[in-house]
């Protein structure tokens, strides 16, 4: 039987001054759909660790043991901490992280390298199994590519072998920019609301996040009733190889949030 898979994202959104949502979303046909979330007030003092650590262990009780799990996080979220929890749930990390500070060094060599220098132009790219930080050393694997058209490379730490990790996959994190709008403008106008109450923001994310399980999947659907649409594959990524798309992978021109909005309101 085929494996199933799975692909999360772990973002920190902010709404004003007033809150911080730390969320893991379900990565799906272009869309980010929240499925474990905590806000806190966005001026409040304390670690965010003991949250992420709770969500991850909430949800890691609903995943079936033997589903493949990639969870993508940006830079700013990255941490030792969070990269071992990850693991301990039998997840595999997805983590960028900065290029600008840090050394490493390729097994079994012990010779420190500025990570800076890993991506020299563009169109460069490497694997490889490394040492990564001198302070919190992490042995991992380093995946990084730097494609045309884009400011700078990527360069992201993962626990998958060398020859089982496509540092593409990274590009499903941007679908939660997909997310932000269709909770935003694009969608349920979170961006209105005038709750002030962290536990109700919770309580109404609970709502939105039911909405738009809702909406993508009578998207998801329609798109599949399309005889010219269908998912769209992470960029330059074997769409075999993605835990979410289609093996037949095309450009996608309406959204399945938009387009179940669209079939709903019908």
């Avoid at 046909?29 to 003991?50: D, H, L, N, S, T």
């Avoid at 609970?206 to 594959?233: I, K, M, N």
Wanted: net charge positive.
């Amino acid at each position: 039987a085929t494996q199933r898979r799975l692909a999360l994202a772990l973002d920190a959104s902010t709404l004003g001054a007033r809150f911080t949502v730390l969320a893991l979303r379900v990565l799906y046909r272009g869309c980010a759909i929240p499925v474990a979330w905590v806000v806190v007030r966005a001026q409040e003092p304390g670690a965010w660790r003991p949250h992420w650590e709770a969500l991850l262990q909430r949800l890691q009780r609903s995943v079936p043991a033997d589903w493949l799990v990639v969870v993508a996080a940006d830079r700013g979220l990255y941490a030792p901490w969070l990269f071992a929890a990850l693991v301990s749930c039998g997840w595999h990390p997805f983590l960028r992280i900065n290029t600008q500070q840090g050394y490493y060094h390729v097994l079994p060599d012990e010779d420190w390298t500025p990570l800076a220098t890993l991506l020299p132009q563009v169109g460069a790219h490497w694997s490889g199994r490394v040492v990564c930080f001198r302070e919190q050393p992490l042995t991992a694997t380093l995946v990084a590519r730097w494609e045309p058209d884009y400011a700078e490379g990527w360069v992201v730490l993962t626990d998958l072998a060398p020859a089982e990790a496509d540092v593409a996959w990274y590009g499903w994190r941007s679908w939660i920019e997909a997310g932000f709008k269709d909770a935003k403008r694009g969608g349920w106008q979170w961006q209105a609301t005038r709750m002030t109450d962290p536990e109700r923001v919770s309580r109404f994310w609970l709502v939105l996040a039911v909405a738009t399980l809702w909406v993508v999947s009578v998207g998801s659907v329609a798109e599949d009733a399309q005889p010219t649409a269908s998912p769209t594959a992470s960029p330059t990524a074997s769409p075999t190889a993605s835990p979410t798309a289609s093996p037949t992978a095309r450009t996608r021109r309406l959204s399945c949030f938009r387009r179940g909005i669209t079939v709903i309101a019908r």
